[in-house]
């Protein structure tokens, strides 16, 4: 199967590029007539353009985390609409559920940060396409070569880890393994609609932290004050303030099979091994 991608050379672009070999990769700059030409013997299109949400939030950071995805998705639909392209698969986050509240697919949302004014676009762009179309709501991806862990891991392996505020953020996450797995499931077995790409067991960032330090055998006694979040981050904050508990109900039940069901699995396969 011939594959073609948006946002190839990020995180899980380059793990998708690896693990689909037949692939075109779609540039940013690609006008809609080259997008049609790239097309040409596609079946599936994986959409994971975007900038990084972790950053300090400008006015101008702003611009561009909504242009880096909206833009470009009305221009992939418009292409996708006119090409023989059978499944359209796009990014999406699980930003765009309410905090403090236990999700799953059939949870109604409601736009109440920037962060889920942008999802929300992004998925209301990603619907215009004609061809059956997954909207992948992503969970904080866990792998050593990009992600929040790999941004962490130095300090953890310091003695510098420690819980964000309080530590009773629910983190929803998703094994980078599980996640190329679920792509693969998605395709094969053509699901539509919305699909949490989440583990079946959402953990608290004090369970996140303490795992990992016990993993790694280093203390972790040092908590980043969520006031000093707020300083470096700004309104993004948000990103690491939220508590985001959501679940994978379609996946469960059209028997999708999670390898790393629980945070401790995944964190000793991806550090240890």
């Excluded at 011939?2 to 990020?10: C, E, L, R, T, V």
């Excluded at 994971?48 to 992939?76: F, H, N, P």
């Excluded at 023989?84 to 765009?96: E, H, L, N, R």
């Excluded at 509240?101 to 619907?127: H, M, P, Q, R």
Aim: with cysteine; proline share 3%; charged share 25%.
């Amino acid at each position: 199967m011939k594959i073609a991608i948006s946002g190839a050379s990020g995180f899980i672009g380059s793990s998708i590029r690896k693990q689909f070999t037949q692939n075109i990769v779609l540039e940013r700059e690609d006008s809609e007539e080259k997008i049609l030409e790239k097309l040409k013997g596609v079946e599936v299109v994986i959409n994971l353009s975007g900038a990084s949400v972790m950053q300090k939030w400008s006015e101008e950071c702003k611009e561009e985390l909504y242009s880096s995805r909206i833009d470009i998705t009305k221009k992939l639909v418009r292409a996708i609409n006119k090409s023989d392209v059978k499944q359209f698969i796009s990014a999406s986050a699980v930003g765009i559920y309410p905090d403090l509240k236990a999700c799953d697919e059939t949870t109604s949302v409601k736009v109440e940060d920037f962060l889920g004014y942008i999802i929300s676009d992004w998925e209301k762009e990603a619907n215009k396409c004609e061809k059956t179309t997954t909207i992948l709501r992503l969970g904080v991806v866990l792998g050593i070569k990009g992600g929040t862990l790999d941004k962490v891991l130095p300090s953890f392996k310091m003695g510098l880890g420690g819980i964000i505020g309080n530590g009773q953020m629910m983190m929803s996450w998703i094994d980078l393994d599980d996640l190329m797995r679920i792509y693969e499931f998605v395709i094969e077995n053509k699901l539509d609609g919305i699909v949490n790409a989440v583990s079946p067991n959402p953990a608290s960032n004090f369970k996140f932290t303490k795992t990992l330090g016990k993993i790694l055998h280093r203390p972790t006694l040092l908590p980043l004050p969520m006031i000093i979040v707020k300083i470096l981050f700004g309104e993004g904050s948000i990103v690491l303030s939220g508590s985001k508990e959501v679940y994978p109900k379609v996946l469960k039940e059209k028997g999708f099979e999670f390898k790393y069901k629980n945070i401790e699995e995944s964190l000793k396969h991806l550090v240890v091994s």
